[in-house]
């Protein structure tokens, strides 16, 4: 199974100038759920930054935390919550964040 981000990156591949990479390279991604708590992950965007990042050879900025899931399309999707990731990212350093331009209603509260 791959991610939604992944199906989104290999069908447009040619648009993002990285088809000859995507077919000559093999990802093998392993996500391990630390806490054990199977809530899902919302890791979509952050897959797509990190495999465009490796094809294009152009690592992203360091202390970089990157939220939200995207659709086979490529539309990135409202997180549930941004507050607990933000305290968490900058509590072990990070400097910066991309986040989706929306949230969901409960993330207001």
């Known amino acids: 199974m791959q991610p939604l981000s992944a199906s989104y990156l290999l069908a447009n591949k040619g648009a993002f100038g990285v088809a000859r990479q995507v077919d000559t390279s093999d990802f093998h991604v392993e996500v391990i759920d630390l806490l ?9 965007v952050a897959f797509f930054v990190a495999a465009y990042s490796i094809l294009r050879k152009a690592p992203p900025q360091p202390g970089l ?6 659709s086979v399309q490529g539309n990135v999707k ?10 968490v990212a900058m509590d072990n350093g990070a400097k910066r964040a991309l986040t989706p331009s929306r949230t969901s209603a409960s993330s207001s509260r």
């Open 36 to 44: 054990g708590n199977k809530v899902e992950a919302e890791l979509g």
């Open 78 to 87: 409202p997180i549930r919550t941004l507050v607990e990731p933000l305290q």
């Open 65 to 70: 935390l990157v939220l939200g899931d995207m």
